[in-house]
């Protein structure tokens, strides 16, 4: 079963807007990733945040981690066209070695 | 630096043939996995080399074989294949296991079973 459940499974903005993709997960994390992956391409790391931190900044990218909820958001600022893509979050579990990742929020970005 | 490779891009397969999937990585990275991803849906982890010499069932491993060949080389066997494993595989590798960096992602290989 999925570890990581992401909302919403799709997003349409206009350039220049914010966008806010939102990631659910069940048990103790180590940390939570967050992946991006272009159209039929591999997948690319974006961010790293530790279940010790809340908040934590990446150029136009904005994560936060609630591990009373079990939960974290990735806000992309000043979104551009070329952020099409679908955006992965990906959870350690304590304890293990497994990585287990979501089903992932499809981006549309119109020009 | 190549990072992560993975060969063949593309392949398809009659159901029951059998083939190897390999990757390689050039970054000195302790950890490898394969994933795979049908469309639409996240990653599935399939196996997993948490270091040299190691090898994990992740959660989908029927029907699946993994060989950590070196530190370098992990290969994905389909002894049997069936359309049901037509996907796309990606593999990828980390510095160490359960510790916070991040994977590297092959570009993918595209398997059709018909």
């Known amino acids: 079963s999925q570890q990581g459940e992401e909302d919403p499974q799709a997003l349409s903005i206009q350039e220049g807007e914010n966008a806010t993709m939102n990631c659910s997960y069940k048990?103790?994390?180590?940390?939570l990733q967050w992946y991006r992956q272009n159209s039929g391409r591999g997948l690319v790391h974006l961010i790293l945040?530790?279940?010790?931190?809340r908040e934590k900044h990446s150029g136009r990218l904005r994560v936060t981690l609630d591990t009373s909820k079990k939960s974290s958001s990735l806000l992309i600022t000043a979104s551009r066209a070329a952020d099409t893509a679908s955006y992965f979050c990906?959870?350690?579990?304590?304890?293990?070695?497994?990585?287990?990742f979501g089903a992932g929020t499809r981006l549309f970005v119109k020009a | 630096n190549a990072g992560v490779t993975q060969t063949p891009k593309f392949q398809v397969l009659k159901t029951g043939q059998s083939m190897t999937l390999q990757c390689a990585q050039d970054?000195?990275?302790?950890?490898m996995y394969w994933y795979r991803q049908d469309p639409g849906m996240g990653l599935r982890l399939i196996y997993y080399?948490?270091?040299?010499?190691?090898?994990d069932k992740g959660e989908v491993p029927n029907g699946y074989n993994v060989s950590r060949l070196n530190k370098r080389e992990f290969s994905l066997r389909l002894e049997s294949a069936a359309p049901s494993q037509t996907s796309v595989y990606f593999c990828?590798?980390?510095?160490?296991?359960?510790?916070?960096?991040?994977?590297?992602f092959g570009p993918g290989t595209r398997l059709t079973v018909l």
């Open positions: 990828a590798s980390r510095r160490l296991a359960g510790g916070d960096n991040e994977q590297f």
């Open positions: 048990t103790s994390i180590n940390n």
């Open positions: 945040i530790r279940s010790n931190e």
């Open positions: 990906a959870t350690d579990n304590t304890g293990g070695f497994k990585t287990i």
């Open positions: 970054m000195n990275h302790n950890s």
């Open positions: 080399s948490a270091s040299e010499g190691t090898t």
